[in-house]
Structure formats: structure tokens, C-alpha cells
């Protein structure tokens, strides 16, 4: 049987699922230890960013796992793999309930036929509200439209962290095994036929040093053996590519174990072939129909990705060339079935479901070792042509949910209307629940905001819902940036002199060059300054001691705030070891050339 575990981010799925293979006997794990999130960004982050498999076993029965993301940016790593369960466990949070990112799983679930089973989790917190959860969650499955078998749904009320699930409350506290028998009761075997021909629908694509390409998928029907002769259909039906079949590999805990020889029901890694997608289906050589596959929600923003051309260009990064930033898009496509990229000349416009997602991409590449630049997020508008043969422009929209103590309220609901948002609730005593429907363009870069609004006491949640009509402009007003008008590295008594024109985010030493933005301006002009300027010196011994300089702690700022601060005309410079904000057009004078001509 084939399980797999959703939930909105921080309910608690991964934690859950290392107890699982804890208890089984799959893996031994030390206290605290998340060995499902095993990237190095998903370890820093404490989030899950890639969907990934494994399996255990209890009571003589086999069960494979799927543990999937739970921020809404890596939607498409659950829509992808829903396809090859044959069940959900659905993890809510006894606190918080049912959240915005529990919609959009369980609806895909529903929309597939499956059957949750779902587990309150943290239950053993003082703050827990279990009545009122579970009739938040009824409230949600009706709204969705489940049908009476999906109602039936049973509940199991566990602490993940502590190693416990409870038929009800009141219950001994002692392991999983109610929530295991559970599952085995209520997730069905996989319904297959191994007479048939061999068929797969590729789900997510693995590279391997040794092996090269793994495709990885559930078995529609039929069995494959190592050597056997397969091929690759597009989604359309036609062939891509041809080869046999070099490895099949089965998840056993936290290993991947070669067998020779897999059939219809089985999840499996395959090497062999070269030029298959996400969504094609693998087959024998005489199969020529196409298996169906979900299909992926449209992407709501994108960036433009450019060499680097700074005067820095070159002196951290190896990987620099457009051609080597167009094989690694390239291969990220491959796998990431929610990015688009379109290639623009030497630029390259990447499509994803959020900021947070193209972070993750650029972060990455980053650390590969590559130097790019990056413009700031775009919306993706789409044209609808109305019955009276005019265009009508559509954006797309997202639901938020925030939380937050009742004293940030009124200025959260300011900066959210400030948005073109629409306030659709209000509730709560001491904290407010506050759900919004906004477009995603007034939406982009609040989440930093809203950290700074709260002082970090509040909650905010988002999840795309669809594309409505265009809501009109929004004013988004920014001051304007201190411009570097000389290279070099910045010194102290520059810095001194600056700094009482606006926030700096250098510090003395920085390395700097024309064009790069060093601050913020305390005016909404940019302003050109020079940061390298030394004191002159000369050969006159004063009398007095000269005074330290004070200098103020520049802004730090990440990726994440960059991509929310940029404008139009600038770009980010990414490198191994720097992250800058550089105008696009790096000369002083045509920079005042090209205004005015805007003007003009």
C-alpha cells in the first residue's frame, strides 16, 4: 500500500513520518533527528522542499511513504505524487487547524478519489482545541465537496514529537500503533493488473553519479525486469526516447535497493533511459496509449535570470557562461514540474509558484557555484477574450490567513488594503484571525514586512486560488537608492559622510563598483555618492586627538528582503560569497542619459 502524508508547513508531516520509520524498526534515529529532510537548505530552513519516498514494514504488511512539502510555493511537489498513492494522512495541527495550505492538499486528495485518514497532531499542548478542529475540519471536507465515502473519515490524535497516537482522547499514551493500524485498515492495496503491459507515469526524475538518470514512478501495470527494452511517451503520445533497462531500485527505510525484477503496485527508481519528463509515461516497446497524469497549476510569478556582468564578474563564481546557467535550468525543469523557463536571447525568464520557491532555485545555484543576476518578481498576467470580443485582463489572486495579537491588527489590515485586498473575516478574542483574498502583486514582498508589522509575534499564511480581473493599479512607493559612483573598497570616512543620507547596507571594506546600490536614500531621488573617498592626509601634526569615527551598523540584508526591496531598474548580483543590488545600468551618465529620455 502506497501512503502519502499532507499537510499544511510546521503541522508536524516529517516528524511524524521519521517516528514511523523509528518504530518499524526502518531506521535508527537519534532524538530530534529529521532524516526525511536531508537537503542542506531544507535542514537550515526546517522545511520540506522536495517530495521524497520510503517505506517500512509492520506486521508483515509493506507500507510505502511519501512525505510531501507543506508551504504552498511547493505545491507542485504534491500534486505530482498524489498520482501514485493509493491513500493520505492527513496531519492538522490541534491548535492551529485546519490552515490554507490544508485546503489545497486535501483538495487534490478529493479530487482523486482518495480517502484520508486524518491525525491531529500536537494534541498534547496546553493550547490544543480538539472540538473545535474537528468541526473546522467537517466544515473544510463538506466545503470541498467530499463525497459520503471521504466523510467517513477516521481521526487518530497523536504527538509526533513525543511518539504517540490515540484511538480517542483519554487513551494510554503509549506508540504509533494505533495510527499504523489505521492505516493498514484503511488505505486499500493498489488495484492492479501485472498480466498487462508494462506502463509507468514518471512522477519525479533522480540523477545518480554512477547509474546516471533514474525515473521514478509507481508501476500502472504489468512487470519490467533489468534488460528488458522500454521507450518514453510524451504526454501526447509520442516517443521521445527508447533505450533498456540498466537498474531498478525499491526504497527499503532510508536505502535504495537493487532488484531485478518489479511489477504493477510497486513504486520504483528505473535507469536506462535518457530524455523522459515528469508526467511521460515509460512503457514496453508495443504500448502506445499514454497514462493520464494530474495536471499542475499555472505558475503566478516570474524573474528574469542574466549572466553576470558586474565589474566583479568572475571572482568567486566558476560557473558563469549563459550556456552552463541554461543546462542547469534545464535540468531543474526536469525535476521541478511547477517552473516554467523560457529562453530570451542570453536571458532566461523562469516561472514559478512564489518568491520563496525562485529563493530556493537562486540560493542553490549559489552554492553550486554559479554568478548570476537576477531581476525582481513579476506578475503573470493572462488575456480573456469576453462574448463582446474585448480583452479583459486577469491576475492571479491568493488567499492569506494571518494571525496576529489584536494590536497589529489595524496596521495589518492598512498595509493589506494598501494591496487591493478584501477582507472576507475577522474573528478571534486575544488573537485575530484575519483571512484576506488579494492579488499576488500586492501581495509580493509582505511576508518581510509583516515580520517587522508584528514585531515576529504573528502568523501569515498564503495559498494561490485562482485569476480574477484585473483590480487597478497599486501604489507602491519606495525611497530611492545611494549609488556607488566609483570602485574600490568602501572606507570608514566615506561611510561616515553617507551615512547621514540614508540606511547603508555596506560596511567598511566592502568591495563596491559603479552602479551598486550601497543604501536606502532618505529621499525618493537616487542619490550618486562615493564611498571609496580617503581622508587626505597630509604631513601637519595636530594638537588634539582625533576622535573615533562612529559608524552605524549597516541593514542586513538576505536574498529574500533584496528580492522584495529591488525596483524595476535594478537587478541582484548573485556569487558564492556576495549577494549585491546593482543598477541595471551600471554607467553614472547614461543612467541620467536614459531618464532623460523617459521623460522626453
Avoid at 557562461?321 to 532566461?348: H, M, P
Avoid at 541582484?572 to 541620467?592: C, F, G, M, N, Q
Amino acid at each position: 500500500m502506497y501512503l502519502a502524508i499532507i499537510a499544511h508547513v510546521d503541522h508536524g508531516k516529517t516528524t511524524l513520518v521519521d517516528q514511523l520509520l523509528r518504530q518499524s524498526g526502518a531506521a535508527q534515529l537519534q532524538s530530534g533527528e529529521r532524516v526525511m529532510d536531508s537537503n542542506d537548505l531544507e535542514k537550515e530552513r526546517g522545511i520540506t522542499i522536495l517530495s521524497k519516498c520510503t517505506g517500512v514494514s509492520y506486521n508483515g504488511y509493506r507500507i510505502n511513504i511519501v512525505d510531501t512539502p507543506g508551504h504552498a510555493d511547493f505545491g507542485g511537489e504534491v500534486e505530482r505524487v498524489l498520482s501514485m498513492v493509493d491513500g493520505v494522512c492527513l496531519v492538522v495541527c490541534g491548535t492551529e487547524g485546519p490552515m490554507t495550505q490544508t485546503k489545497f492538499v486535501l483538495s487534490k486528495a478529493l479530487q482523486q478519489g482518495l480517502k484520508p485518514i486524518v491525525v491531529l497532531n500536537k494534541v498534547d499542548r496546553n493550547t490544543s482545541r480538539i472540538d473545535g478542529v474537528e468541526n473546522d475540519l467537517l466544515e473544510l471536507f463538506l466545503e470541498l465537496n467530499a463525497d459520503d465515502r471521504q466523510l467517513d473519515y477516521p481521526i487518530r490524535y497523536a504527538s509526533a514529537k513525543n511518539g504517540w497516537a490515540i484511538d480517542s482522547m483519554g487513551e494510554k499514551e503509549v506508540d504509533f500503533k494505533p495510527l499504523f493500524d489505521a492505516i493498514i485498515k484503511n488505505v486499500p492495496p493498489p488495484s492492479v493488473d501485472r498480466e498487462a503491459p508494462f506502463s509507468m507515469l514518471v512522477t519525479q526524475i533522480e540523477n545518480d553519479l554512477f547509474i546516471g538518470k533514474c525515473y521514478m514512478g509507481k508501476i500502472a501495470s504489468g512487470k519490467v525486469k533489468v534488460g528488458d527494452a522500454i521507450k518514453s511517451l510524451d504526454i501526447n503520445g509520442v516517443e521521445v526516447c527508447n533505450g533498456r533497462v540498466t537498474k531498478i531500485l525499491i526504497r527499503r527505510g532510508l536505502e535504495q535497493v537493487p532488484v531485478e525484477e518489479a511489477g504493477a503496485g510497486e513504486i520504483v527508481s528505473i535507469a536506462g533511459l535518457d530524455g523522459a519528463f515528469v508526467n511521460h509515461t515509460i512503457c514496453d516497446m508495443e504500448n502506445t496509449s499514454v497514462l493520464e497524469h494530474i495536471p499542475i497549476d499555472p505558475p503566478t510569478i516570474s524573474m528574469m535570470f542574466y549572466v553576470n556582468d558586474s565589474p566583479l564578474a568572475g571572482q568567486d563564481g566558476k560557473l558563469l557562461t549563459s550556456q552552463v546557467i541554461r543546462q542547469r535550468l534545464l535540468k531543474e525543469i526536469e525535476t521541478n514540474v511547477a517552473l516554467q523557463v523560457d529562453f530570451v536571447g542570453d536571458a532566461f525568464e523562469v516561472k514559478g509558484r512564489g518568491e520563496l520557491q525562485l529563493g530556493i532555485l537562486i540560493e542553490t545555484m549559489r552554492r553550486e557555484g554559479f554568478e548570476i543576476s537576477v531581476s525582481p518578481p513579476r506578475v503573470i498576467y493572462k488575456t480573456e477574450i469576453t462574448a463582446d470580443n474585448t480583452k479583459k485582463i486577469l491576475e492571479p489572486i491568493e488567499e492569506v490567513v494571518i494571525e496576529v495579537d489584536q494590536e497589529f491588527a489595524g496596521k495589518v489590515i492598512e498595509r493589506m488594503t494598501k494591496g487591493k485586498g478584501e477582507m472576507l473575516s475577522y474573528d478571534g478574542d486575544d488573537k485575530a484571525r484575519l483571512v484576506f483574498r488579494i492579488p499576488t502583486r500586492g501581495f509580493l514582498g509582505y511576508p518581510a514586512e509583516f515580520k517587522n508589522d508584528t514585531r515576529g509575534q504573528g502568523v501569515l499564511n498564503n495559498i494561490f486560488v485562482g485569476f480574477e480581473e484585473h483590480k487597478g493599479p497599486i501604489e507602491r512607493v519606495r525611497k530611492g537608492s545611494l549609488v556607488s559612483t566609483a570602485q574600490g573598497e568602501a572606507t570608514p570616512y566615506a561611510i561616515e559622510d553617507i551615512q547621514a543620507r540614508g540606511k547603508l547596507f555596506i560596511s567598511p571594506g566592502t568591495k563596491v563598483y559603479e552602479g551598486m546600490i550601497i543604501g536606502e536614500s532618505s529621499r525618493e531621488q537616487d542619490l550618486d555618492v562615493n564611498p571609496v573617498k580617503a581622508k587626505a592626509t597630509t604631513n601637519i601634526r595636530v594638537a588634539f586627538k582625533e576622535q573615533a569615527t562612529a559608524l552605524i551598523p549597516p541593514v542586513n540584508m538576505n536574498l529574500e528582503r533584496m528580492l522584495n526591496y529591488i525596483q524595476g531598474d535594478e537587478v541582484i548580483e548573485v556569487t558564492p560569497s556576495a549577494i549585491r543590488i546593482r543598477k541595471k545600468i551600471l554607467d553614472t551618465d547614461k543612467r541620467r542619459s536614459e531618464k532623460r529620455k523617459a521623460k522626453d
